[in-house]
């Protein structure tokens, strides 16, 4: 009885490494897609500011034919 005790709590203690291992791997992660999203949101940002021709002023865009 007091061997399968043991191997129990031995199971349980490699259990709880294995979940705190994942818990910090996912934490790693999250902080990775939260800096990516940032990036992100920022090359929008940059997209959405460049001028709509980089060879012609706004002015001198015309619509396309079908407005």
Partial sequence: MND????LEIHCMHL?????????ALF???QVI???????Q???AHLRALEPSPVRRP???EP???Y
């Fill in 4 to 7: 399968r005790l043991t191997d």
């Fill in 16 to 24: 709880e490494q294995t979940v705190q291992e994942l818990h910090e």
């Fill in 34 to 40: 939260d800096r990516l999203s940032g990036e992100l």
């Fill in 42 to 44: 920022a090359v929008k």
């Fill in 64 to 66: 396309p034919p079908h």
């Fill in 59 to 61: 002015e001198e865009d």
């Fill in 28 to 30: 790693s992660q999250q």
